[in-house]
């Protein structure tokens, strides 16, 4: 393995390196957009909550299934949260712990996947691979609507693998594909000038994928399965909970406001108990637009365009110029059908996904499931935008054991029944301790309380009561960053990936970074995302009293450079870690140890993925497996006992290149095309870390 010394290849004045091309395609520009939550909730350390740091509800294990031989059962651990004191490296032990043991992976910019000393490695699947009966092979100079729509689509960002009962080595792998980014597909791109064909490639290449693949010494390899599907931007699905049927989300093409053609922006997500695939619509935003000059879209209300990032200009992509439905002036209603959860039961190809309002429209980087002993069901959610907030939903009916139709098909239904809540957080830690440097509090750690805010109450049919003066309970399922709003949450620094360990209850936010924390009129540091122009991020870690709604936290990790002040590794001995920025997707390994995968590394490395040590004196111990190539972020990490798959999003995507003048050409090397894809890294000696 190629140990390749910190080479600064691009130098970005310590800024992530997130490229814009990136943030244009994938996020809508939205970095460079003022932030959309213009509301003026309060500084959260003003107002000390007396709760105490008791022990919290434990609420038992019904099994959380993960997934592939690394499935891990929500056995709770103990009552009381390990003290975040600093480890000394006389008391460090020798070894990591289980799951940790391997060297780790320097910082390097190789146009290679870098993976740790004696590990091997493949790629499983890339963009435009076949997935359907008499899909063609990739051919980049002949690309139509017809093949990407049975091809393995563009820019693969969450994965899950999902064990195949009763066939041993044989999974499900099912996958989002975030966006498309033109200017690295279709050679001779002009972005004023879009072709018909490009849109039909386009509205193919995002969505989702449903494709089996069997483990074999050399990997996992895709199989052309009964299951094999593709969603798209135009997939039927079901709209259910408060906001189906109502007039916001009404149509000429869907008057009953029921059916949502696709899905797009799908960033990550999470597989349930039950054996479905939960996805989250991200930045749906930019995919609407309107010719130049357009009146405003009547009778849609602006600030609701404006919390969400909307405005009636052409879009990026233009896909308004072929389909009337991404014209806002001729479509209104349109995004309103987009920002939830969508469901996929993989098992079923011809079952219709379904949207679930109950959850609330926002920017969900994705949801994963919590089930509490007696059967309730808890998904959390982050809406990943500067200054957006942290989500739960609380089901109201309790889980149906089994994995069969029926368990499936009942199970569907949870999401839409219970009630919707907000994070607001609090901190006994002096005002005047959080000065915006990320200096640690007299304490020793960041850590505080928090309430979690009803929103919306849903119950069979899309019936629900509202829970916030003010709104209906249509307007908090359709516009619930503004219910959230008026509710008063807590406005963190773009809440990513959000998930339960499965072997201790706790729960982890990625807080990948807020560039405009403490500027001018924006809201400043507080306990919970301590630094002023937050370019690394942190991890926060909840313990939550999952069906009830108080909370204590801590942060794990203040990510960034360790030789720096400002950064924390749960009292880890710094000297002894591995620099980690912009934490986005999160997973868990059987021993429940938390893996990080990045975006955006502002270090002037390539992205990564990461093993943290929660538990024990290790706590805080942080060491990266692997690197991406060039310009790419990793995404998705699946990690079982045998097998790591991480999916590699946007090889070679930097600003003064393109498909045209490729500054990688990875996974073929030589002339190839960089293509995003999921790649498998194992050991033929043992286990993963062990
Ligand atoms: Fe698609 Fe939140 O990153
Ligand atoms: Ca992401
Ligand atoms: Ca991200
Ligand atoms: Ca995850």
């Not at 009404?250 to 949502?260: L, N, S, Y």
């Not at 806002?328 to 469901?343: D, H, K, Q």
């Not at 993989?346 to 919590?370: F, Q, T």
């Not at 805080?620 to 692997?626: A, D």
Request: aromatic share 8%; proline share 8%; hydrophobic share 35%.
């Amino acid at each position: 393995m190629a140990l390749v010394p910190l080479n600064l290849l691009v130098t970005h004045n310590g800024k992530s390196k997130r490229q814009h091309i990136t943030c244009v395609y994938k996020c809508g520009d939205a970095c460079s957009k003022p932030v959309p939550n213009t509301s003026d909730n309060e500084y959260f350390g003003d107002i000390v909550k007396a709760l105490s740091r008791r022990s919290m509800l434990r609420a038992g294990g019904i099994a959380v299934l993960a997934v592939g031989a690394g499935s891990a059962l929500a056995a709770c651990g103990s009552d009381e949260q390990p003290a975040a004191t600093p480890t000394s490296s006389s008391t460090a032990p020798a070894e990591p712990p289980p799951g940790m043991r391997f060297t780790s992976v320097a910082p390097n910019s190789e146009d290679a996947v870098v993976i740790a000393d004696g590990y091997q490695q493949a790629v499983v699947i890339s963009w435009g691979d076949p997935v359907l009966p008499g899909a063609p092979k990739f051919d980049v100079a002949g690309q139509t609507g017809a093949a990407q729509r049975a091809q393995f689509g563009f820019n693969n960002d969450f994965a899950g693998l999902l064990p195949i009962p009763g066939q041993q080595n044989r999974f499900l792998l099912v996958t989002n594909f975030e966006y498309v980014d033109p200017m690295f597909m279709f050679p001779g791109y002009d972005k004023d000038k879009p072709t018909r064909e490009q849109f039909d490639v386009e509205i193919a290449a995002v969505g989702m994928g449903v494709v089996e693949v069997e483990r074999t010494p050399q990997g996992l390899k895709p199989v052309m399965g009964r299951y094999n599907r593709r969603i798209t931007a135009d997939t039927p699905m079901t709209l259910t909970g408060p906001a189906a049927g109502t007039d916001f989300v009404k149509t000429a093409a869907d008057p009953a406001g029921r059916t949502v053609a696709g899905t797009f922006a799908n960033c990550a997500g999470g597989v349930t108990p039950w054996g479905t695939v939960l996805s989250g619509e991200e930045n749906f935003q930019d995919y609407f637009g309107a010719a130049e000059g357009s009146p405003a879209p009547a009778p849609v209300d602006a600030d609701r365009l404006d919390r969400y990032g909307i405005s009636a200009e052409p879009s990026t992509l233009l896909w308004e110029t072929f389909d009337q439905r991404f014209d806002l002036v001729a479509t209104p209603n349109e995004p309103n059908r987009f920002g939830y959860i969508v469901e996929l039961n993989p098992w079923d190809p011809a079952s219709a996904p379904v949207k679930h309002s109950a959850m609330g429209r926002l920017k969900h980087e994705g949801a994963n499931i919590y089930v509490t002993g007696d059967g309730t069901v808890v998904a959390y959610t982050g809406d990943d935008e500067r200054f957006d907030y942290m989500y739960k939903f609380v089901s109201s009916k309790k889980m149906r054991p089994g994995t069969d139709p029926a368990a499936i098909a009942y199970n569907m239904t949870l999401l839409d029944e219970g009630t919707l809540y907000v994070a607001k957080l609090s901190s006994d830690i002096p005002a005047n301790e959080i000065d915006g440097s990320g200096k640690l509090p007299s304490k020793g750690s960041f850590s505080g309380a928090g309430t979690w805010l009803p929103l919306v109450r849903s119950g069979p049919d899309g019936q629900a009561e509202s829970l916030v003066d003010g709104f209906s309970p249509q307007e908090v399922a359709v516009f619930t960053r503004m219910a959230a709003d008026k509710a008063g949450a807590t406005k963190m620094d773009r809440p990513e990936d959000f998930e339960a360990n499965p072997k201790t209850g706790k729960v982890y936010v990625a807080l990948t970074n807020n560039n405009e924390r403490g500027a001018p009129g924006e809201a400043p540091p507080d306990a919970a995302n301590p630094r002023n122009d937050n370019k690394s991020g942190q991890v926060l870690e909840i313990t939550d009293n999952h069906a009830g709604t108080d909370f204590t936290w801590d942060l794990l990790l203040v990510c960034g450079d360790p030789a720096a002040a400002d950064t924390y590794f749960g009292g880890f001995d710094k000297t002894k870690v591995s620099p980690i920025s912009c934490p986005d997707n999160l997973a868990f390994d059987s021993h429940g140890n938390l893996w990080i995968s990045t975006d955006g590394n502002a270090l002037d490395s390539n992205d990564g993925l990461f093993a943290v040590a929660l538990e024990g004196p290790g706590r805080g111990e942080t060491k990266q497996f692997l690197t991406v190539p060039l310009g790419a972020e990793a995404c998705g990490p699946v990690v079982t006992d045998d097998l790591v798959t991480v999916c590699v999003q946007h090889p070679g995507e930097y600003d003064d290149n393109s498909i045209d003048d490729p500054v990688s050409r990875w996974p073929e090397g030589g002339n190839g095309t960089a293509r995003p894809s999921v790649v498998a890294v194992w050991r033929t000696d043992g286990n993963i870390g062990v």
